[in-house]
């Protein structure tokens, strides 16, 4: 299956948001609004299937959407 997902998120302003662990691999927390509930639905569906990730900046650098409030 080559289904691919594009959607709107950002990275929260917390220290666990990207937590590193002993063995040099990663976990990563994203915030994702209301607007992309189709998304969401479809991540779900890919819970344990290892993922080919790209990550692409939107907006002004240092500019940081409010969770509800994406444009």
Excluded at 4 to 24: F, N, Q, R, W, Y
Excluded at 43 to 60: F, I, N, S, Y
């Amino acid at each position: 299956m080559s289904e691919s997902i594009v959607m709107l998120a950002s990275i929260p302003p917390i220290m666990t948001a990207l937590k590193v662990d002993g063995s040099g691999g990663a976990r990563l927390q994203l915030d994702i609004p209301d607007s992309e509930t189709e998304a969401i639905k479809a991540l779900l569906d890919m819970r344990g299937a290892e993922l080919v990730v790209t990550v692409q900046r939107r907006g002004q650098q240092g500019e940081t959407p409010k969770r509800g409030k994406w444009k």
